[in-house]
């Protein structure tokens, strides 16, 4: 019975996550500001002018995503890629022997076996850094696996196996994490490759996501947190008895 509640549990964030970006979660409160939410276009403009702005990156336009085959979206809402609303730092191995395990230098990020829950933990540290994820960046697995994903607490090194996801336009980091949670078996079936999968940067810059207004998107997280706290307080529960029934 205990873990079938598990599987339950497992079930009940992934049927959250697909409702969140369907729009039920918000569908209410859509309802009571209707006519005050800007639509999620104003946000791509912003993002635009924003880039016109930074001449660091050279961003170039992408093609209108062609919509025939995918969800009709709320209002307010629209297809887009992740290229349009996120900078995509693809990761770079340093020389090794700017590794080391005492906590020199910068968090250096691997791979999927450093992630948490929401946040990685450092195994190794790094005093020449080739690529750079901030604090708040998603850090997304693009190889051996493809699509976990977890929030960077503080400036990092990324190595090969990750790509970090920086949100522009004010965009919520959660935001992003929940919704690269929600499709990750998708992003995974991207991947591609004999010996392991592995996903490419335009393939994940040219990733296909509903984008929702950005005071929509706070109260997405907000919803999402909600629930999760509730399932996250059962499964302490669960745990703790699974344990005495073993014992």
């Keep these: 019975s205990l873990k079938n509640v598990e599987t339950q ?129 998603v850090l997304i697995s693009v190889r051996a696996p493809v699509g976990p994903t977890n929030i960077c607490r503080e400036k990092s090194c990324i190595g090969r196996g990750l790509a970090a996801i920086r949100g522009l336009g004010g965009i919520e980091p959660l935001f992003i994490l929940y919704l690269m949670h929600a499709f990750e078996n998708v992003i995974s079936g991207k991947g591609t490759g004999t010996t392991f999968k592995a996903i490419t940067g335009n393939q994940l810059k040219g990733f296909e996501i509903p984008l929702a207004p950005l005071s929509e998107q706070y109260k997405i997280v907000e919803e999402i947190e909600q629930r999760f706290s509730l399932a996250d307080e059962t499964e302490k529960v669960v745990e703790q008895s699974l344990k005495q029934a073993k014992r």
Aim: proline share 7%; with cysteine; glycine share 8%.
């Design 9 to 137: 549990l497992r079930r009940y964030r992934q049927a959250v996550l697909k409702h969140a970006f369907e729009g039920k979660l918000t569908e209410e409160w859509r309802g009571a500001y209707k006519g005050e939410i800007e639509h999620a276009s104003t946000l791509l403009e912003h993002i635009k002018e924003e880039r016109k702005k930074n001449t660091k990156e050279k961003y170039k336009q992408q093609p209108s995503v062609d919509t025939s085959n995918l969800p009709e979206l709320p209002e307010g809402w629209l297809w887009t890629r992740l290229y349009d609303v996120a900078e995509i730092i693809l990761g770079q191995s340093p020389p090794s022997s700017t590794y080391n395990e005492n906590g020199n230098g910068v968090p250096f990020y691997q791979g999927k076996l450093e992630f948490g829950k929401i946040y990685p933990t450092p195994r190794k540290w790094c005093t020449a850094p080739k690529k750079i994820a901030e604090k708040g960046d």
